[in-house]
C-alpha cells in the first residue's frame, strides 16, 4: 500500500511539474523518466523469464554469426581448425598421389570439399533458432549455470539430425556442383589401381563431409559461447545480457 501510495504521489507531482515547464523540458524530463522505467537492473538475480530471454537473445547471436561466418567463402577452408581434409582412411592414399605428381587432383579435392561444407552451413541458421523457440525455463537456467560449452551441448542433442538431414541434399548438390565427388572419386579410384595396394578407399564422400561439416559448425559454436561466458564486450552488448551473464559469473565463483 505504501509502495503504491509513494508512486501515486510520484506521478502525480511529476504531471504537476511538467505543467509549469516549457515543451522542450517536458520532453527531455519525460524521456528521462521513460528511460530510468524501462531500463533493466543490471545487478540482482535475474528471474527465471529474464534468464530465459537472455540466454536464448546471447545464443542467437552466436549462432548467427558462427553460421554466416561458415557459409562465407574460405568459411571452412580458411579456418585451420575445421579445414576438411582427406579422410583419415584416404590420407595415405592422398600422400601416394603426391608422390606420383597428382598435387593439383589432391588440392582440387580438398577446395571442393570445404566449398560444399561452406555450402552445407547456409542451411544451419533456420534449424537453430527453431531449437532456441523450443528450449524451455529449465533448459535455459541449466545452460546457464553449467559447464563452458553447456549450450553447444544443447545444440548437439536437438539439431544434429535435423542438421544432417538438411546438410546432405545440401553436400551432394554442392559436390556434384564444383566437381568434388568426381575429383575424390578419381583420386580413390587412382589410388586403388595403384599396385600393391591393400587397403582400398571408399569413393564415396558425402557422408564424410556431412559430419564434418556439422562438426566444424559446433566447434565455431562452442567458441562463440566461450566468447559470452568470458564477458567479451562485444558478447554482453544490453542490459539484460549483462544482468543474466554477471549473476552467472557471482553464482559460479
Known amino acids: 500500500m505504501k509502495k503504491s501510495t509513494s508512486i501515486l504521489y510520484t506521478t502525480v507531482f511529476t504531471i504537476l511539474f511538467l505543467a509549469g515547464n516549457s515543451d522542450r523540458a517536458q520532453s527531455q524530463l519525460l524521456n528521462k523518466i521513460l528511460s530510468k522505467a524501462t531500463k533493466t537492473n543490471t545487478t540482482g538475480t535475474p528471474s527465471s523469464q529474464e534468464i530465459s530471454t537472455g540466454i536464448k537473445e546471447a545464443l542467437q547471436q552466436g549462432v548467427i554469426k558462427s553460421s554466416d561466418q561458415l557459409s562465407a567463402v574460405n568459411g571452412f577452408f580458411g579456418n585451420a581448425a575445421i579445414k576438411l581434409l582427406f ?127 556439422i562438426s566444424g559448425l559446433f566447434t565455431e559454436i562452442a567458441q562463440q559461447e566461450l566468447q559470452i561466458r568470458q564477458g567479451l564486450p562485444s558478447t554482453r552488448t544490453t542490459s539484460l545480457l549483462q544482468k543474466v551473464f554477471s549473476y552467472a559469473d557471482k553464482v559460479k565463483k
Open 87 to 213: 579422410p583419415p582412411q584416404a590420407q595415405k592414399a592422398e600422400a601416394t598421389l603426391r608422390k606420383l605428381g597428382l598435387n593439383k587432383l589432391c588440392d582440387n579435392v580438398i577446395l571442393s570439399l570445404n566449398r560444399a561444407a561452406e555450402d552445407a552451413a547456409k542451411e544451419a541458421k533456420p534449424i537453430f533458432i527453431s531449437a532456441l523457440k523450443q528450449m524451455t525455463l529449465k533448459d535455459a537456467t541449466n545452460i546457464l549455470l553449467g559447464s563452458s560449452d553447456a549450450a553447444t551441448q544443447y545444440f548437439k542433442r536437438t539439431t544434429t539430425d535435423s542438421l544432417a538431414n538438411k546438410f546432405r541434399p545440401v553436400v551432394h548438390q554442392s559436390l556434384d556442383k564444383v566437381g568434388a565427388a568426381q575429383y575424390y572419386s578419381q583420386a580413390a579410384t587412382a589410388y586403388n589401381k595403384v599396385p600393391f595396394t591393400m587397403n582400398k578407399v571408399d569413393p564415396d564422400i558425402e557422408n564424410y563431409v556431412t559430419q564434418k561439416a
